[in-house]
């Protein structure tokens, strides 16, 4: 059962377009996993779209309308279409232009990607479409994937753990996501599923670790500290590792 999920404003904040690429993967690939956030979403979206044209709610429209006569209900349709908001113009040339395209033969697939790794097949959320065929890079038992986003110091990443594998200690110089897509991993804070969305700040220490190994999405905007043992060697070259 997923425990972790986006607070509510980042759900806002996807449903209007206002988050960075990385973090809007994240929220649509944990929409994915979990019928709650995904609900909580859709509420969100339709009430951005009723806020862009202008339209009431759709609760506010009643599906059988009082009968009328034809006089009156011709004179209260001129009315309605003499009240109605117009429709900015370069939103309406958008719009055609949107309108003008040729249609699809195919509808874009929301279909989990297969992956294989470490012999192993996962399922990712169709938000990794167009993320999951760079190379891999390995230390250890840690494995990861960069997510080429371009988004100066903010860096997107698929990592996997495998078995009995582990982060060393470290804290956080600015925010951490971590994304469980498969498997399980634990903390001093608790343990996780894959599902669950966790949050970190520069508060948290920890040292992340995994009995029968995990896939993660991850989202750092600054590099990690190690704090612990010869890990901390490589805290000068934080900038070009995390």
Request: aromatic share 6%.
């Amino acid at each position: 059962m997923i425990n972790h999920h986006p607070h509510d404003s980042l759900l806002l904040a996807h449903a209007n377009g206002e988050l960075a690429l990385s973090m809007s993967i994240a929220i649509s690939a944990h929409c994915e996993l979990c019928e709650q956030c995904q609900t909580a979403l859709t509420a969100h979206t339709e009430q951005a779209a009723r806020a862009a044209f202008h339209l009431a709610p759709v609760s506010s429209f009643s599906a059988f309308p009082p009968k009328t006569d034809n006089h009156n209900a011709a004179s209260r349709g001129a009315s309605a279409r003499a009240q109605a908001p117009s429709i900015p113009a370069p939103l309406e040339h958008m719009l055609e232009h949107i309108f003008a395209q040729p249609s699809l033969n195919e509808a874009p697939s929301n279909k989990p990607i297969s992956i294989k790794l470490k012999k192993q097949e996962y399922y990712l959320p169709a938000a990794f479409k167009k993320l999951h065929n760079r190379p891999w890079q390995q230390l250890g038992k840690v494995s990861r994937m960069r997510c080429d986003l371009d988004e100066m110091n903010t860096r997107a990443s698929l990592l996997h753990i495998e078995p009995l594998g582990e982060i060393p200690e470290h804290s956080h110089k600015g925010y951490e996501l971590t994304l469980l897509l498969a498997g399980e991993f634990s903390d001093s804070n608790g343990n996780y599923v894959a599902g669950d969305f966790i949050m970190l700040d520069a508060t948290t220490e920890h040292a992340p670790t995994t009995t029968s190994g995990c896939l993660c999405y991850t989202v750092l905007n600054a590099p990690l500290h190690f704090t612990k043992g010869l890990s901390k060697l490589l805290n000068p070259i934080g900038e070009l590792i995390y």
